[in-house]
């Protein structure tokens, strides 16, 4: 019953921007924090963003502060994460995950993932 869907991701230029949703279903998303991690080929999955559920209080990996921004819609049950000023490096499948009200910072943290959606730099 419990699942999350992303969607938004695609092939964009260099200095482009995407928006990725990650939507909800089976609970209710705002008592809920929600993790944004990423993979890349050969890579470990790494943590992007998170937003906690009480307070909102927000979290950044240093390779995209101030490029992404995160942000939730409780009455569309949905997060957000606006990627801007995307570089090739962001190539990667990128996932959202929820286990409770608090962000973690590894992925072994989270109980619930969505199926990922490609996300490509490339010119």
């Known amino acids: 019953q419990v699942q999350l869907v992303e969607s938004g991701g695609g092939l964009v230029q260099p200095g482009g921007s995407l928006r990725l949703s990650c939507a909800a279903s089976?609970?209710?998303?705002?008592?809920?924090?929600i993790g944004w991690f990423r993979q890349a080929p050969g890579k470990e999955r790494e943590g992007v963003s998170c937003?906690?559920?009480?307070?909102?209080?927000?979290y950044y990996a240093d390779s995209v502060k101030g490029r992404f921004t995160i942000s939730r819609d409780n009455a569309k049950n949905t997060v957000y994460l606006q990627m801007n000023s995307l570089k090739p490096e962001d190539t990667a499948v990128y996932y959202c995950a929820t286990v409770g009200p608090k962000c973690y910072s590894r992925p072994g943290g989270y109980d619930y993932w969505g199926q990922g959606t490609q996300v490509t730099v490339s010119s």
């Open positions: 089976g609970f209710t998303l705002d008592y809920y924090a």
């Open positions: 937003i906690s559920s009480s307070d909102a209080i927000t």
